[in-house]
Nanobody, 125 residues
Framework: QVQLVESGGGLVQAGGSLRLSCVAS????????MAWFRQAPGKERDVVAA?????????YYTDSVKGRFTISRDNAKNTVYLQMNSLKPEDTAVYYC?????????????????WGQGTQVTVSS
């Protein structure tokens, strides 16, 4: 089993930045495809970004965050990050870390076996 704990969320003004962290425990994540998803009130949980294993040489982003967000991983720390720059009000959501997905289906939530509890990101205009 893998436990995931997200942190780094908060309230920020439009144009600002946040860095989310996802710390895993229970098992190394070095062989897992990892991803960030987000869910806004009344909406479905959508993928934000995904990163391949082991070294993260391949990354994917949903179109709305390309050029603004960067996903990365540090296997030595069993941690995945999401650097979010130029934040917009529409980025407001609960952000979830997910582990053990399939890179070929990186955007599909049902292919990830482990999930964190989420961290709230609120971007004010």
């Amino acid at each position: 089993q893998v436990q995931l704990v997200e942190s780094g969320g908060g309230l920020v003004q439009a144009g600002g930045s946040l860095r989310l962290s996802c710390v895993a425990s229970g098992r190394t994540i070095s062989r897992y495809t990892m991803a960030w998803f987000r869910q806004a009130p009344g909406k479905e949980r959508d993928v934000v970004a995904a990163i391949s294993w082991p070294g993260g040489t391949t990354t994917y982003y949903t179109d709305s965050v390309k050029g603004r967000f960067t996903i990365s991983r540090d296997n030595a720390k069993n941690t995945v990050y999401l650097q979010m720059n130029s934040l917009k009000p529409e980025d407001t959501a609960v952000y979830y870390c997910a582990a053990d997905g399939r890179l070929t289906d990186w955007s599909r939530a049902n292919y990830y076996n482990y999930w964190g509890q989420g961290t709230q990101v609120t971007v004010s205009s």
